[in-house]
């Protein structure tokens, strides 16, 4: 997607920029307004700052190899980790089994291969989570809740299901959803903010991931003129009892049970009664779900210009690639340079529309001020394309040599992240 902003106005993602400012030590593409949008993201922020229990979450579907797209993920999840996060990765190999038809042996070797590896190998700790769809029975009852509360007709309306649609790919839907959702189960520590990195194209399942969460919650608590409301949303009346006397063991003392809700007079504000009601459901044996965060990412442009696609290898580097072959990519790569060298001089050439410029910016620089001088000397026509591409080349041929070189160091420490070979 090209025009982000339609996603502010149509879909409701906030600005990212707005909430920049109270991120103490922001990762590069919050900087630099790669990641440019968000939803709750301030409950990860809060959580942060606080010392407070928060999550990462991402999965890959291991169709094809990793490349520069699926590392910027895989960066995201280490951010968080490193900044206090419990971090989960899903290899979705129920949904590259069901969609795609990969047998299940290959879903395996290639999730450790070319996720696994080097998600460890780019700095990932063994307090991690890492799993394998198929393999998880906690997400796939969840998912099996989950479904119960979905309906087909959404699922068409998001996905284009129709009566041609396999039941195994309408399944690994409600798995990804349950994927996003199992960091919350009491096994995981019970409800606490989770965030989501993604690109903008997977905003849909977001927005129906987080109305599941509110479809399981027991109560909706609002807010009132003067006093705090509990809605009844799937409590019964000895739940709706069991909440009216919890409240007022808790302290509250002016709370009026009705047939289908519960008024709270002397709350002082939702937050606290929030609160309390998830772990009161989820001492009922609910699950007191919090709608999960997400951050959205810009895509990268593929080298050979559009969108980087597994399925055109020319298009992308891959994290498994030889240096030297990625090299020669880079150096063939679609730039924003004028059709010669006297008109690059005269015009400047268009940083914004140039693959290598990308590729310095997404992962080839961790120095603001190169970046700075890169992009002036492009648009003003001192720096040419051939010079561009020579360092950009020989960067990415330095990272890859290195990244590989970790991914092996990575395949003798499977066993600590609870991966057998």
């Not at 951010?79 to 129920?94: P, R, Y």
């Not at 590259?96 to 780019?122: D, F, P, T």
Request: net charge negative; hydrophobic share 35%; proline share 4%.
């Amino acid at each position: 997607m090209d025009d982000y902003s339609k996603l502010f106005e149509e879909f409701g993602i906030s600005s990212f920029e707005e909430i920049l400012p109270q991120i103490d030590d922001p990762h590069p593409y919050m900087k630099r307004h790669i990641i440019f949008g968000h939803r709750d993201y301030q409950k990860v922020v809060q959580a942060m700052k606080e010392k407070k229990p928060f999550a990462v979450m991402s999965g890959f579907m291991p169709s094809g190899r990793a490349h520069l797209g699926g590392k910027m993920v895989m960066e995201e999840i280490i951010w968080h980790q490193k900044h206090g996060g419990d971090a989960f990765v899903a290899i979705a190999d129920m949904e590259a089994h069901s969609v795609r038809g990969i047998s299940w042996q290959k879903c395996r070797e290639m999730g450790i291969e070319e996720y696994i590896l080097s998600i460890i190998a780019l700095g990932l700790e063994p307090s991690a989570t890492i799993y394998f769809q198929s393999k998880s029975g906690a997400v796939r009852d969840l998912a099996f809740e989950l479904a119960a509360a979905a309906r087909f007709s959404e699922l068409a309306a998001i996905y284009g299901f129709s009566g041609e649609t396999n039941v195994a790919h309408m399944v690994s839907v409600m798995v990804q959803s349950a994927d996003i959702l199992h960091p919350q189960l009491a096994e995981n520590g019970g409800p606490k903010p989770v965030v989501i990195p993604v690109g903008s194209d997977q905003d849909a399942h977001i927005r129906l991931t987080r109305d599941l969460a509110s479809r399981m919650r027991k109560f909706l608590v609002e807010e009132r003129e003067g006093y705090v409301s509990l809605r009844g949303k799937a409590a019964g009346p000895e739940m709706i009892e069991a909440a009216a006397s919890h409240l007022k063991e808790m302290g509250y003392e002016k709370v009026k049970r009705y047939e289908e809700h519960i008024d709270v007079f002397d709350a002082k504000d939702a937050q606290g009664i929030e609160e309390m009601m998830r772990e009161f459901e989820v001492g009922q044996g609910g699950y007191g779900f919090m709608p999960p965060a997400s951050l959205y990412h810009r895509f990268m442009t593929g080298l050979t210009g559009g969108k980087m696609s597994s399925s055109k290898p020319d298009s992308h580097i891959a994290l498994t690639e030889d240096p030297e072959e990625a090299a020669k990519k880079v150096m063939r790569a679609v730039t924003g340079g004028r059709q010669s060298l006297a008109e690059q001089k005269k015009l400047g050439g268009e940083p914004d529309k140039c693959t290598v410029y990308e590729l310095m910016l997404f992962h080839l620089s961790e120095d603001e001020s190169e970046l700075k001088e890169i992009f002036e000397e492009c648009k003003s026509g001192e720096k040419m394309c051939g010079t561009c591409k020579k360092e950009a080349a020989e960067r990415v041929r330095q990272f890859l040599t290195e990244h590989q070189r970790e991914r092996e160091i990575a395949r003798e420490r499977l066993s600590e992240y609870g991966i057998e070979k």
